[in-house]
């Protein structure tokens, strides 16, 4: 089996690079030192690519990439992606979306903090002038004032959490929110837009798109209190520079707490001119442990798009993400994996699959069965396939889908069960997202299990005896396969396990497992 190629455009923390380099299943070429000409050339070697700021996804990018199956933005913005170019040639983009939340967060805080007590000067003034004046700082108090938050996802959400500890009264707009994720914590939730501008401190957290660019502007300006503070620490330009220059000159913006701008560097933006504005350069993902989660989950995400087992938070779907409810994405991801593992355990030609789903998720259900073709189909024709073309490609290949909604009828409020059809026989697996985010197998043909379907998977039924799991680990030990995960199903006289190992399994190890007397079957996956 030829190997994926993966190429690294930017730089990254060293743990994703060393996730990339053990697989043994990935050629991973790590250019990012490369001048960008240079780096062009070499673009046709790969299946994805992982790119951060800067590294510009464009014509020229994409032309150049003439085998490429997707791109991953080790960060959250995507500014510098043609996602639409992206799309008409068929990869898909990706970014990673939470892994500087906290960094995110607590840089927000810190600038609210900053704003409201004036830390930045106080401390210039003692450090550089060497002047001791204590009369000239006096602040005020968060306790009792009002923070507006607009966008109240995994960043924004969590600052209301933080200021509300300061007793802060906290108000949330956010339209494509359920108002319950606000109001079950004690924030407030609003839809309408002036009830953010009446507050005391108003902090950003949105994506920059069509509908938040100059969200706030001359017009809203004018409605804001006298003396108002803003924050910004999302993207550039959701903030009207040119008006948020005049008002801060002009006292009725107190101060202003800026970590991105619309043309960056910002190194020459007049708003560095004024007293009344703290800035930082861009770091709201700057902290060691934000940088190292951001390479690992862009690694992890750029195998998985690699194998074509799943393309997490992928921005270029055949869906409009904002229509969806939060908890449909992940179930969209959990199905294209399940898939995946269907089809690797139950190897052969595919007749048809056909898709339980229980609960509101059974809305969703013919944007599930194409995640589901897309697993398939990468597994096992090799072929650049993809959310638009899978269902065609589907029925040229005379693969049956059979879609069945009904209500909940198991413990979970959401569950859908696929069922593989091969000429080897029928498999089905089950699967739940839990707490909206966390995708879990919990049945296998029958064998109720609860885990996450990640990594290398073996797959041992058995006669359910004594012995059969101190075999299983004795025998990986003897191969110096560590056991990362275990977890056991029992149905009538029967036992499944499913074991997650941190190492590549060899057919001989399948071979000696396979062995024991009481072994039904044997199977290796990997997601």
Known sequence: MSKYTIIVCDHIHQSGLDLLSKDTEVEMLNLASLPKDELKKELHKADVAITRSSTDVDTRFLESATKLRAVVRAGVGVDNVDIEGSSKKGVVVMNVPTANTIAAVELTCAHILSAIRRFPEANAQLKVERKWKREDWYGTELKDKKLGIIGFGNIGSRVGKRMKAFEMEVVAYDPYINPAKATDVGIAYTRNFDDILSCDIITIHTPKNKETINIIGKEQIAKMKDGVILINCARGGLYNEEALYEALSSGKIRFAGIDVFAKEPGNTNKLLDLKNIYVTPHIGANTLESQEKIAIQAAQAALEAARGSSFPNALNLPIKENELPNFVKAYLELVQKMAFFAIQINKDEVRSITLEAEGEIREY??????????????????????????????????????????????????????????????????????????????????????????????????????????????????????????????????????????????????????????????????L
Do not use: W
């Open 365 to 526: 259900l013919a944007s599930l069965s194409t995640f589901a073709l897309v697993g398939i189909l990468n597994a096992t024709i090799g072929d650049k396939v993809n959310y638009v073309n899978a269902p065609y490609v589907a029925k040229e290949r005379g693969i049956e889908v059979k879609l069945e909604g009904k209500e909940s009828q198991s413990i979970y409020k959401n569950q859908i069960k696929l069922t593989l059809l091969t000429q080897n026989g029928e498999f089905s697996v089950s699967g739940a997202v839990f707490n909206d985010s966390t995708p879990k197998i919990v049945n296998i043909n029958n064998f109720a299990l609860d885990i996450e379907p990640k990594g290398k998977m073996i797959l041992f039924r058995n006669d359910d005896t004594p012995g059969v799991i101190g075999f299983v680990g004795t025998t990986l030990a003897k191969h110096n396969i560590n056991i990362a995960d275990f977890r056991l199903g029992r149905y009538g006289k029967e036992a499944l396990a499913l074991i997650v190992v941190d190492d590549a399994v060899s057919q001989e190890v399948l071979n000696e497992l396979a062995s024991l007397d009481a072994c039904i079957s044997i199977k290796y996956a990997v």
